[in-house]
């Protein structure tokens, strides 16, 4: 989800590389969910917990990308997931998005 950290050029990009059209920020996404019906709605925000699985992803990249490359992997991908995953650690705290 959006959250109030990010600039707008960051979110348009985080939406253009991750296919996201319609970003809401929690309180959006709550207010969607009363407008429908629901009743008892909350948020429980666990960005804390994606920054833990971005890290452990990274992680994982940079040690495949520390040994000869398995086969069927695309090297230079394994790069741009090593870049936007420490992007997206970044971004987590600076309040960009909420998980």
Known sequence: MAS???TK???ETFTSTNKVQDWLTPEQNMECLREVGWRRVTYVDLTANIKIS???ML?????LLSRNTPKG???KTLEV??????KRIEQVDRN???W
């Open 4 to 6: 109030d950290g990010g």
């Open 73 to 75: 992997i695309n090297r």
């Open 81 to 86: 997931y090593k870049t936007n995953l420490a």
């Open 9 to 11: 050029a960051e979110l």
């Open 59 to 63: 992680k994982k990249v940079k040690g």
């Open 54 to 56: 971005f890290q452990q």
């Open 96 to 98: 960009v998005f909420s």
